[in-house]
């Protein structure tokens, strides 16, 4: 009765609990994509525009520094490097601060001497003339080995002719360390790359300046190469692909304010679904918490029950009733029986001792009675035997006394068949 009563509690709450599990999943999916990809579009806009800042300080500092009159003066190119000592911030993420005059000679604060006359960078803001100022891709500093970015503006002389250019290299390791900040949940990572679709900031470090979005299926990825035609559009967005270990990743990105660079993230749909899975999780703790609680009563009332069914119960127990549902109501209930029953059963105790007692006197009686009953029916059977032998013996007196010749004896049989006979 127990495992019955426990078994009709069990099966309901079960049945709630998986259709809850399963409306709560579905509105949890619903929920956590929405937040999920508005925290990875939030996050990455902000990083976005910390990035913006961080370049557009840089570009605004070497334009201020760049109309300086005593760049442009007639003096040797080595007589500027007092003054770009002067200028060169040590142990930022400028690594190296240079002067460059109109035939492409350069001159580093460090007192190193280039020739640039056939970089991009010098044509366009020197030979060309098409730029003002510049923000070129990310190279491998040849001096540090990692990437960095020229930062450069031209230097005007009085009539407004193109006197040369005043330029600096910025390290990419601030990058990759904003970038590093983005996080969208396990797995997820932020990456930046320039306007040709190469990495320059990724978590793991042998990427970047190799791996490039626009040719990314070569190394196994898919879809990433019709995507990164999206990303580089100058809008941001998302979209899913397949990552070379067949994990389904979703990214989101934005473009840099001022450069061509897009900073993004990388999101793998686990990410979502482990959210989901854990709310789940937490909710079915709860409930299967709430109702273990609940049947525990309920089989504590039961097996009190039964115990009282057998005869085993103590009357004298109580259920504790900590709740006021249901559940409190039934070991109210419970005791309440209980102590109705004590004084009916303490009533009905020495009546059954009597009618035991009673029931014992009646059972030697009848014991007794049987006996006189079968010694009565066996004297009944000897009465016969007797009679035939008196009857027997006054015949042989008979003869004896009138001398006439004694009569054979008979045989039992015949005996025993003349006594049917007149029975």
């Not at 797995?187 to 040709?196: F, V």
């Not at 660079?261 to 679904?273: K, M, S």
Request: charged share 20%.
């Amino acid at each position: 009765m127990t495992q019955k009563l426990l078994v009709a509690v069990a099966i309901p709450l079960l049945v709630v609990a998986v259709i809850l599990g399963f409306v709560v999943n579905q509105q949890l999916n619903q929920a956590i994509l929405a937040l999920i990809d508005n925290a990875g579009k939030r996050q990455v806009e902000a990083r976005a525009d910390e990035i913006s800042r961080w370049i557009t300080g840089y570009r605004n500092w070497i334009a201020v520094l760049a109309q300086d009159e005593r760049l442009v003066e007639d003096v040797p190119l080595a007589s500027h490097r007092a003054w770009l000592e002067k200028r060169y911030p040590p142990g930022g993420t400028i690594e190296s601060l240079f002067f460059t005059d109109a035939s492409g000679a350069t001159l580093t604060h460090a007192g190193v001497n280039l020739q640039i006359a056939e970089r991009p960078y010098f044509k366009a803001l020197v030979t060309d003339g098409t730029q003002d100022s510049l923000l070129s891709d990310p190279v491998i500093s040849m001096v540090s080995g990692l990437p960095t970015a020229i930062v450069a503006d031209t230097v005007f002389d009085e009539r407004g002719n193109r006197a040369g250019l005043l330029g600096m290299t910025v390290s990419m390791a601030a990058v990759s360390d904003i970038t590093s900040d983005i996080n969208v949940g396990d797995g997820s990572y932020g990456w930046l790359i320039d306007s040709q679709g190469q990495v320059i900031a990724h978590p793991v470090e042998e990427y970047r300046m190799s791996l490039n979005y626009t040719d990314a299926d070569q190394q196994g990825y898919q879809g990433l190469d019709a995507l990164s035609q999206q990303i580089l559009s100058g809008t941001a967005g998302s979209g899913e692909i397949t990552m070379p270990s067949g994990e389904q990743t979703v990214l989101m990105w934005s473009p840099v304010e001022g450069t061509s660079w897009v900073v993004g993230v990388t999101v793998p749909i686990t990410a979502f679904t482990t959210a989901t899975n854990s709310l789940l999780q937490s909710l079915l703790v709860v409930v299967a918490y709430a109702a273990r609680r609940s049947l525990a009563l309920i089989k504590h009332t039961a097996s009190a029950m039964a115990d009282i069914a057998k005869g085993k119960g103590d009357l004298k127990r109580r259920l504790e009733a900590k709740t006021q549902d249901e559940i409190g109501d039934l070991a109210h209930g419970f005791n309440a029986f209980v102590e109705r029953m004590q004084p009916t059963l303490q009533e009905v105790r020495p009546n059954a001792r009597t009618v035991l007692s009673d029931a014992s006197d009646m059972a030697d009686g009848t014991h007794k009675l049987s006996s006189r009953t079968e010694q009565a029916a066996a004297n009944l059977q000897e009465t016969p035997a007797s009679m035939e032998q008196i009857h027997s013996t006054v015949a042989h007196k008979a003869r004896t006394v009138t001398g006439l010749p004694q009569a054979p004896s008979r045989p039992p049989q015949a005996t025993q068949q003349k006594h049917e006979v007149a029975e």
